[in-house]
């Protein structure tokens, strides 16, 4: 009796034991549309992946996110993937349009998290065709980039299909205005550099170009970067001129003490937009 129940203790504490040597694989947080953490994507891959799902989030209001793990060991894809779209909460709020394609790169091993509002236009066999179709044979020739870029693309064309509430542009827009006036400081300073060494025309094009083209990877906005580009360029010029910022007897430039703007940051940003998501989806491996 006793050698029985020093079995059943030692047997308990080894599997104690092993469970915590298996910890579950922690969940990163979402920073943009875009997470490897394999370090599979070039910088490039990277951006431009980034940049597509940025994009159709702000044209279209549904979000698709990517993630790459080593393994989501000792869990299933499946179990994890869960738990990623539980933290990340992509899709709108009460629309729950939001897609994880999550990839476990030493497992071989892929799936699709279909958000609760996109499960009809993207129902379970849909994705499994897309994994096995269209990602798999990429990923069979160590061809990440082309099959998770084919993969995002049949997704996107799947939800454009189906019929959403139009996105939401407050937000992005509140974003953009709670930015731009240290932003327009900023570009100004470097107007009048760049007049000091190309002159008065130059400079302002050269300024406006830069200003617009940073607006435009932080936010991914073509009409604000245009706006902000044709703003730079004109204040610019008619700083020069002084019938802008020297009007009120303001002499010196840039500006001392009161007025010189504080705080602010440039960073866009992707969070979670509150989506629901009931396990709808597809598991594939390579």
Known sequence: MTR???SVLLSAWLFFAFSNTHAA???PPLKTA???LTNTLSPAEATQLTQQLTAFATEHGSQI???MVPTTQPESIEQYSIRVVEAWQLGRKKVDDGVL???AK???ALRIETGYGLEGALPDALARRIIDEIIVPQFRQERYFEGLQAGIQQIIKVIQGEDLPP??????ANLILENVLPFLFIALILGRYFQAIFGKLVGATIAGTIAGGLIWLAFSSLAAAILIAVAVWVLNLFEQTGQILHRGGQRSWPPSGRGWPRGGSMGGGF????GGFGGGGASGRW
């Open 25 to 27: 694989v922690a969940i």
């Open 271 to 274: 969070r979670g937009g509150g």
């Open 4 to 6: 029985r129940v020093f």
């Open 167 to 172: 996105p939401v542009q407050t937000q992005q």
């Open 65 to 67: 996110a990517i993630l």
């Open 106 to 108: 030493n497992d071989r």
């Open 34 to 36: 875009l997470t490897d």
């Open 101 to 103: 394609l999550l990839v």
